[in-house]
């Protein structure tokens, strides 16, 4: 196989889950620093983000090889081998085993935070849809979690684009360009560590069924909560 012959590594789902993600995060972060108008925005865009993290938890069992859970998960003994590879090593092909932790920290941080904004109050006129159904004590530590773990969110992304720059630009491996077009290229790609094509349909079920919950959980089942305290 020819070094210039390019590759297909990453679906376009996984691309399109990455950049929806980052896209709905700086969504997120923004319509907070903007102020109690844009809260109802807000609290959309953190909709999308769990439904995004839904869809990428089912993706993680049914999407192409470098999609799967199983075959990114970060053991012990795949982290302790991946330290120990000569500087000359060739790139991993999908995630490497210290970038894998980085995609579990970051999807449970983020799942975090918007299932603990569904519990919050803003104190002005806007609640989340399960404010108040579970009492008190469990809506102060949504609170708690919801003012806190965004700090953590972005000193995970600040790594993670750290990472990313200094395998890009330190260790020359070509990582950026990928997560858009989905291709790589290089000797030790083959026709069993690639893929041939994206499984839009099995995509397309998993993004509807991830909607119609979301839908479900943030319309049809809200409780009803007396509101007049
Ligand atoms: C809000 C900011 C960001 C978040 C939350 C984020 C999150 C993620 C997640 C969850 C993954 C794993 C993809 C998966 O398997 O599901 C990932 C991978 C990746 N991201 Fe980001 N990302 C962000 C910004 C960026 C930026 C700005 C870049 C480019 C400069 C970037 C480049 C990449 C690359 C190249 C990978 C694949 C890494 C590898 O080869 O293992 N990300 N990112
Ligand atoms: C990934 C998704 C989300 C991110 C990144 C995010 C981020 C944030 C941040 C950084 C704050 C400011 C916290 C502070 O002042 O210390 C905030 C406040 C808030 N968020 Fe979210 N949020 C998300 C999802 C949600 C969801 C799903 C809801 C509700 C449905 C929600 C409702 C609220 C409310 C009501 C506040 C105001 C809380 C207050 O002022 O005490 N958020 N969010």
Same mark, same amino acid.
């Given at each position: !196989?020819? $070094? +210039? $012959?390019?590759?297909?590594?990453?679906?376009?789902? &996984?691309?399109?889950?990455?950049?929806?993600?980052?896209?709905?995060? &700086?969504?997120?972060?923004?319509?907070?620093?903007?102020?109690?108008?844009?809260? /109802?925005?807000?609290?959309?865009?953190?909709?999308?983000?769990?439904?995004?993290?839904?869809?990428? #938890?089912?993706?993680?069992?049914?999407?192409?090889?470098?999609?799967?859970?199983?075959?990114?998960?970060?053991?012990?003994?795949?982290?302790?081998?991946?330290?120990? $590879?000569?500087?000359?090593? *060739?790139?991993?092909?999908?995630?490497?085993?210290?970038?894998? #932790?980085?995609?579990?920290?970051?999807? @449970? #941080?983020? &799942? !975090?935070? %918007?299932? +603990?904004?569904?519990?919050?109050?803003? /104190?002005?006129? +806007? +609640?989340?849809?399960?404010?108040? %159904?579970?009492?008190?004590?469990?809506?102060?530590?949504?609170?708690?979690?919801?003012?806190? %773990?965004?700090?953590?969110?972005?000193?995970?992304? @600040?790594?993670?684009?750290? %990472?990313?720059?200094?395998?890009?630009?330190?260790?020359?491996?070509?990582?950026? *360009?990928?997560?858009?077009?989905?291709?790589? $290229?290089?000797?030790?790609?083959?026709?069993?560590?690639?893929?041939?094509?994206?499984?839009?349909?099995?995509?397309?079920?998993? *993004?509807?069924?991830? *909607?119609?919950?979301?839908?479900?959980?943030?319309?049809?089942?809200?409780?009803?909560?007396?509101?007049?305290?």
């Amino acid at each position: !196989m020819s $070094q +210039s $012959q390019s590759r297909l590594v990453w679906d376009l789902p &996984l691309r399109l889950f990455h950049w929806g993600f980052v896209v709905t995060i &700086l969504g997120c972060w923004l319509t907070n620093e903007l102020g109690t108008d844009y809260i /109802d925005l807000h609290m959309q865009l953190g909709y999308v983000a769990l439904g995004l993290i839904c869809f990428r #938890l089912i993706w993680g069992f049914f999407g192409t090889l470098h999609s799967r859970f199983t075959t990114f998960f970060p053991t012990p003994a795949a982290i302790k081998d991946y330290l120990s $590879q000569p500087k000359d090593a *060739a790139p991993s092909v999908g995630h490497n085993p210290l970038g894998s #932790l980085m995609v579990f920290a970051m999807l @449970a #941080l983020v &799942l !975090m935070q %918007a299932v +603990s904004g569904l519990f919050v109050d803003d /104190d002005v006129f +806007s +609640s989340g849809p399960y404010y108040n %159904a579970l009492g008190g004590d469990i809506d102060k530590i949504m609170a708690t979690i919801h003012h806190n %773990a965004f700090d953590f969110i972005l000193a995970a992304i @600040a790594l993670h684009i750290l %990472a990313v720059g200094f395998y890009q630009w330190g260790k020359k491996h070509d990582l950026i *360009a990928p997560m858009i077009h989905g291709k790589k $290229q290089g000797v030790h790609l083959t026709d069993s560590n690639t893929i041939k094509h994206s499984r839009l349909i099995v995509a397309l079920i998993i *993004a509807a069924l991830s *909607a119609a919950f979301v839908y479900w959980l943030v319309v049809i089942n809200i409780p009803e909560v007396d509101m007049y305290y």
